[in-house]
């Protein structure tokens, strides 16, 4: 079964690649990056980079959130972490939820990681037999009361629009053509300064996390403390 999913997105990511090479001069990027950003809500360059593609209807991802979560806490602004999405086509209501995530963090950013670890708190709602005889208007719903409570009631209309603009829609293909892109099949998946964490996935508990970045933020901080010593000299 694993593998047929796995097959069903390398397909996914096939044809949106021959879409990319067939667009020719007829493409263009995004008008801006994919993804978003974790507190401070810009990246900084000078520090380590992590970035996780998530769904946030997949089981995995939200095993995986935790101990992330607090590596990152850990390290504060030694680390940046920017979150992609990837709506997987074989989990039930992946891309409904997606985009209400990103029709959120539009509206209130700091409301986007809230509304995360609500449809990770509450995936039974949204997934298999629970959402199999719901119409997708009656999901829709659910999902915009919630995603009120995440954001604040002030936004009900808001979001409640959201799902009715053309913008979001294309926002979460975006995010999914972003993962193809970067060669993404699977959630979750890592990357640390650009590059990918292998073999990990829902296993990296927080111990696997400080063995990754504590050598990468000595490393930092040497170079810094290097560059110091060469302004005194």
């Known amino acids: ?44 360059l000078d520090t380590v980079l992590i970035e996780a593609f998530y769904d946030p209807v997949c089981p995995y991802s939200r095993d995986s959130w935790p101990p992330l979560k607090q590596a990152l806490h850990h390290y ?3 680390v940046s972490f920017l979150l992609h999405l990837l709506p997987l086509p074989y989990h039930d209501n992946a891309f409904v939820a997606t985009r209400a995530l990103h029709i959120v963090n539009t509206l209130n950013a700091s409301a ?7 449809f990770f708190k509450h995936q039974e709602k949204f997934y298999g037999a629970q959402t199999r005889n719901l119409s997708r208007a009656s999901i829709v719903d659910e999902i915009v009361k919630s995603a009120t409570e995440a954001a604040g009631s002030s936004y009900y209309n808001a ?4 799902f009715n603009d053309t913008k979001t829609d294309y926002q ?18 890592f990357y640390v300064n650009g590059f990918l964490l292998p073999d990990t996935g829902a296993t990296a508990d927080y111990k696997t996390w400080r063995k990754v970045i504590d ?17 005194f000299l």
């Not at 397909?11 to 690649?17: I, Y």
């Not at 979001?159 to 959201?162: E, F, L, P, S, T």
């Open 1 to 44: 079964m694993k593998m047929l999913q796995v097959a069903i997105v390398q397909l996914a990511a096939l044809q949106v690649f021959v879409i990319f090479l067939s667009g020719g001069a007829d493409y263009i990027p995004p008008s801006r990056l994919d993804g978003f950003v974790y507190q401070n809500g810009y990246l900084d």
């Open 76 to 78: 504060s602004s030694r």
């Open 112 to 118: 986007t990681f809230p509304l995360l670890e609500w």
């Open 159 to 162: 979001i409640k629009h959201g």
């Open 172 to 189: 979460t293909r975006v995010s999914f053509k972003y993962a193809a892109s970067r060669g993404v099949y699977g959630t979750p998946s």
């Open 215 to 231: 050598p990468l933020v000595g490393v930092k901080k040497s170079i810094q403390n290097e560059e110091s010593l060469r302004f």
